[in-house]
């Protein structure tokens, strides 16, 4: 009976005392916790665009086939104090005008910013806030 | 009739010499940077010879012109600087060759952005590191293509051509930079370097720069100072440090023991790398100091 009450509590006995193997790893240096929150994104066109896709930290955060010269949505991202990249990729009709889409952004804290891109056809353009 | 026609041939080869010889004769230019000096091969071609003092992977804070080097500066048209401090020779260089070619010191017309002095830590000085700008390096063609039109006025259809092609390859770099750091949140976008090189880019990039002194140097920092940089590290949440050389390994194991940083690719701080390295032209330098920092701080 004593045998088995030893060898019941022994193993978690040794588990709790038994010396490290390994040194524990160091501990990492912790960046600042960014959690996601929701921003705000009003588009307008000069000329609608064929297509839209919008991207944050290389995640598809918005895609749009044939949108309107006006449209909005509320988006959730990592939005720290030092701002956002956005990558906008815009795909106007071959051959047009010049075309310009303005990007109003209304960040967490409830504050509007608004940026420009002007192009023709195909533009890739990576769009800094605030 | 004879004689006239005699005459007119030899005026005609005569006139046919002169101008092989013009079409022979390049326009000499002496650099002191290897990032001008590919400007001047960018932007002169073929109607160029460009002479680059400082080598590839030699360090230009170190360089000191030998007699050989003044000798082809004295014959030079063109003498291209990186200046803000950068070539603390120049006064000299000046006086010994009596250079009648154009002296430009390319970097005195950009902005400048300051530093602490790495041989005396209590000076502030100019930092002359402003190619890590891709805007600036922009301005710098500029510059050297508008001295070469004013050398050589006849070429500067060449000259304005082959400008506007660097200058594209130059856009499409910009365009390359700011997707690639798009990958990376902007509160990640902490340089901790032990060589002061990077503020222009940091500016232009939306990144912060923490010079951590004493891990490239022979001297031993104090614990104090040791123990700073630690904490500095843990507050800032960095993953990566970039050490320009790592002469102090027992300093750089105390400190990625204690924060858990990884010591990340070294970085082009000075100028390009030789032509077997990554570095070899501008864009492969920059895409190279990019490409490791995004991967080292993502």
């Given at each position: 009976m004593a045998f088995v009450?030893?060898?019941?509590?022994?193993?978690?006995?040794w588990q709790l005392t038994r010396p490290e193997a390994d040194a524990a790893p160091a501990p990492r240096a912790t960046a600042p916790l960014t959690i996601k929150k929701?921003?705000?994104?009003?588009?307008?066109?000069?000329?609608?665009?064929?297509?839209?896709?919008?991207?944050?930290?290389?995640?598809?955060?918005?895609?749009?086939?044939?949108?309107?010269?006006?449209?909005?949505?509320?988006?959730?991202?990592?939005?720290?104090?030092?701002?956002?990249?956005?990558?906008?990729?815009?795909?106007?009709?071959?051959?047009?005008?010049?075309?310009?889409?303005?990007v109003e952004l209304t960040d967490p804290a409830g504050d509007t910013h608004d940026k420009s891109v002007w192009g023709k056809g195909i533009v890739d353009e990576v769009v800094t806030f605030p | 009739?004879?004689?006239?026609?005699?005459?007119?041939?030899?005026?005609?080869?005569?006139?046919?010499?002169?101008?092989?010889?013009?079409?022979?004769?390049?326009?000499?230019?002496?650099?002191?940077?290897?990032?001008?000096?590919?400007?001047?091969?960018?932007?002169?071609?073929?109607?160029?010879?460009?002479?680059?003092?400082?080598?590839p992977g030699v360090d230009p804070h170190e360089f000191e012109p030998k007699p050989t080097d003044l000798k082809t500066v004295g014959d030079a048209q063109l003498?291209?600087?990186?200046?803000?401090?950068?070539?603390?020779?120049?006064?000299?260089?000046k006086e010994?060759?009596?250079?009648?070619?154009?002296?430009?010191?390319?970097?005195?017309?950009f902005a400048t952005l300051k530093m602490k002095s790495e041989k005396d830590p209590d000076k502030v000085i100019d930092d002359p590191h402003w190619w890590h700008s891709v805007a600036n390096m922009?301005?710098?063609?500029?510059?050297?293509?508008?001295?070469?039109?004013?050398?050589?006025?006849?070429?500067?259809?060449?000259f304005t051509d082959?400008?506007?092609?660097?200058?594209?390859?130059?856009?499409?770099?910009?365009?390359?930079?700011?997707?690639?750091?798009?990958?990376?949140?902007?509160?990640k976008r902490k340089l901790v370097t032990s060589h002061d090189a990077f503020q222009y880019f940091a500016r232009e990039n939306g990144f912060t720069i923490y010079a951590i002194e004493g891990i490239s140097s022979e001297d031993?920092?104090?614990?104090?100072?040791?123990?700073?940089?630690?904490?500095?590290?843990?507050?800032?949440?960095?993953?990566?440090?970039?050490?320009?050389?790592?002469?102090?390994?027992?300093?750089?194991?105390?400190?990625?023991?204690?924060?858990?940083?990884?010591?990340?690719p070294e970085l082009y701080a000075d100028g390009l790398g030789d032509e077997k390295s990554d570095a070899a032209t501008y864009v492969q330098m920059y895409k190279h100091n990019v490409t490791a920092i995004v991967e080292a701080l993502k």
């Open positions: 009450a030893i060898a019941l509590l022994g193993w978690p006995l929701a921003i705000h994104l009003h588009l307008t066109f000069t000329t609608a665009p064929k297509s839209l896709v919008i991207k944050h930290l290389d995640g598809e955060v918005w895609k749009v086939t044939a949108p309107e010269v006006d449209l909005e949505k509320d988006v959730s991202l990592d939005y720290p104090a030092e701002g956002v990249d956005l990558q906008f990729h815009v795909e106007w009709p071959e051959g047009g005008p010049m075309a310009a889409m303005r | 009739m004879h004689f006239v026609k005699t005459s007119l041939l030899s005026l005609i080869a005569f006139l046919a010499v002169v101008m092989a010889a013009q079409a022979a004769d390049k326009i000499r230019v002496s650099s002191f940077s290897t990032i001008l000096t590919e400007i001047a091969q960018q932007v002169g071609g073929d109607r160029v010879e460009v002479t680059g003092h400082v080598k003498i291209l600087l990186s200046a803000k401090h950068m070539e603390g020779y120049v006064g000299k260089l010994a060759t009596g250079t009648k070619g154009a002296l430009v010191e390319v970097g005195d017309g922009e301005k710098a063609v500029k510059i050297v293509r508008d001295e070469l039109i004013k050398i050589s006025p006849a070429d500067k259809p060449a082959n400008a506007a092609k660097y200058l594209s390859t130059l856009d499409g770099l910009e365009k390359w930079v700011k997707n690639e750091l798009a990958k990376l949140p902007r509160d031993q920092p104090s614990s104090k100072k040791v123990g700073e940089i630690v904490a500095a590290i843990k507050t800032q949440g960095v993953k990566a440090i970039f050490p320009e050389s790592i002469e102090n390994p027992k300093v750089m194991t105390e400190i990625t023991r204690e924060t858990g940083v990884k010591i990340a």
